[in-house]
């Protein structure tokens, strides 16, 4: 067996002790729902979609998911032909005043959140259709994330977007997010030859014959589940990012995420995240 | 006219590449949730490039689209990326986007949730594969191995949003900030940008004169 294994030398953020964090079960809320629709001036019936609340318009849609404290508008559903629009903000500061100006307005900015980057959306058409731009940059998407005790909160679970037109207007946002309350307790964090030895013993690795795997970057943060989920506690963990190479598949990445912390039984089944995403024993997913 | 579903999906690698875990529930999590007649689900060794591929195109040229992949409306598929599949035995275990011709059998739809199936260039690198294909989903970038987001999607597909929506939100759901979703839709001589899965069966766009590829955050 040739494989060689390429570990970053620091992870980022590694700490000895993280407090841990609570992620209380949320109750289906319609009055907020309410509050949420005046404030986005959706104007429809609510409906139950099972895992959201949502009012549907012609042009635009308001979610609120039971789960979590997360909402969702979006009024990019206008099926103009806006692939032939190109944005006309380039700035990135002025974007991002923009998004921290509609975000102040409505409420939705929250001191745990800062701003992390900006993509573009693109539109890339081929053709002879002369009339159309080749590649185009037709709105921003700027993005925040969230950190609580100085670490990153990582997965889809907790995280801020704004989206701006190519006319400049806001025309959709998400706050993804779930309250949290300290839980009075905090854990020892695997050792960084710890964490190396966990992942070089992973399984998904054991048939790789030749060919190396390379971790590109580690950091500590705390996993959150999809806003539809039930999450009982935020996780500790250690997010890696990087690329298989074998003979067969040049190369193929990877973004796994290995538990950070001992836990016991009971926490497996307290804590709410380790049932779906990390079976048992099995600390990577 | 009843739409026909078909899955394909990998987590054995059998070391060609790292295994997966979650592609099994990712993909029939679409299957069992999106409304359609369920004509198949190959998993791990039974999922080939072959069912993906035209017969003759390529090199090797083994292809056996017309009875898999391009014998429902949409397929979706579930693995490394941009489609590896676990076993080589069949063709070369990598489903090419040059070896790839659908919709001149019955696929509209392509699903390749996988890691940058659509980086580089979306339109250039695909546009072999749109024989009658209206549209295609898939990532831009890296993305990790969710278990639910084909159940996501196929949620937002059947309560009747633009299709392209449905992707952006199930990829917004279940990816962090820095991941980028894309979708290539035919522009000319059919749009299929507001093509809805609820819809009736729409006709095939055979020679699309110019795609349109759409990216954006997660």
């Not at chain 2, 159940?151 to 449905?166: P, R, S, V, W």
């Not at chain 2, 004169?209 to 997660?218: D, I, R």
Request: net charge neutral; aromatic share 10%; hydrophobic share 35%.
């Amino acid at each position: 067996m040739s494989i060689s294994l390429e570990f970053p030398r620091k992870i980022e953020g590694h700490v000895e002790q993280v407090p841990m964090f609570l992620t209380p079960i949320r109750e289906p809320d319609l009055k907020q729902m309410q509050v949420l629709a005046r404030v986005f001036k959706m104007k429809g019936d609510v409906i139950d979609e099972g895992d959201l609340y949502s009012i549907r318009t012609q042009d635009a849609i308001l979610h609120q998911f039971h789960a979590s404290d997360s909402i969702r508008w979006d009024s990019g559903m206008k099926r103009s032909e806006h692939y032939k629009e190109v944005l006309k903000i380039t700035d990135l500061k002025e974007l991002q005043a923009i998004a921290d100006r509609f975000l102040g307005a409505n409420k939705l900015l929250d001191k745990r959140a800062s701003f992390s980057h900006i993509i573009f959306g693109k539109a890339e058409t081929s053709g002879p259709a002369s009339d159309i731009s080749k590649n185009v940059n037709t709105c921003a998407y700027v993005n925040y994330t969230y950190s609580l005790a100085g670490l990153p909160l990582l997965g889809p679970g907790a995280k801020i977007q704004v989206i701006i037109g190519f006319d400049g207007n806001v025309v959709g946002c998400y706050r993804f997010w779930r309250e949290v309350k300290e839980g009075g307790l905090s854990k020892k964090v695997l050792s960084s030859p710890d964490i190396q030895k966990i992942f070089r013993e992973n399984p998904a690795f054991a048939q790789i014959k030749s060919g190396k795997v390379v971790v590109e970057m580690a950091r500590l943060g705390y996993m959150t589940l999809p806003p539809s989920d039930v999450q009982g506690a935020l996780i500790p963990v250690i997010e890696l990012r990087g690329f298989v190479s074998t003979p067969e598949i040049k190369r193929t990445g990877f973004i796994r995420s290995l538990v950070a912390i001992d836990y016991t039984e009971e926490e497996l089944k307290r804590y709410n995240v380790f049932n779906k995403h990390f079976s048992g024993s099995c600390r990577i997913m | 006219m009843a739409k026909r579903i078909g899955i394909e999906w990998v987590n054995d690698y059998h070391g060609r590449a790292d295994d997966l875990k979650n592609n099994d529930n990712n993909a029939k999590g679409f299957y069992n949730k999106l409304s359609g007649i369920k004509q198949f689900n190959f998993g791990n060794d039974n999922a080939w490039d072959t069912d993906f591929e035209q017969q003759g195109v390529g090199n090797p040229p083994s292809g056996g689209d017309t009875s898999y992949a391009d014998n429902v409306d949409i397929v979706f598929f579930s693995g490394h990326g941009w489609l590896y599949f676990g076993v080589a035995n069949h063709d070369n275990g990598d489903a090419a986007p040059s070896e790839m011709a659908l919709g001149n059998g019955k696929c509209r739809y392509l699903v390749v949730d996988s890691c940058e199936a659509m980086s580089d260039s979306g339109t250039s690198r695909w546009k072999p594969t749109f024989k009658g294909l209206r549209a295609m989903f898939a990532f831009v970038t890296n993305t990790s191995d969710s278990d639910d987001r084909g159940e996501k999607f196929a949620k937002y597909l059947n309560a009747g949003h633009y299709m392209d929506d449905a992707w952006k939100w199930a990829c917004q759901e279940t990816e962090g900030g820095s991941c980028v979703w894309g979708y290539i839709h035919t522009l000319s001589p059919v749009s299929s940008w507001n093509d809805k899965w609820t819809d009736p069966s729409p006709a095939a766009v055979s020679n699309p004169t110019s795609l349109c590829f759409h990216s954006g955050a997660c």
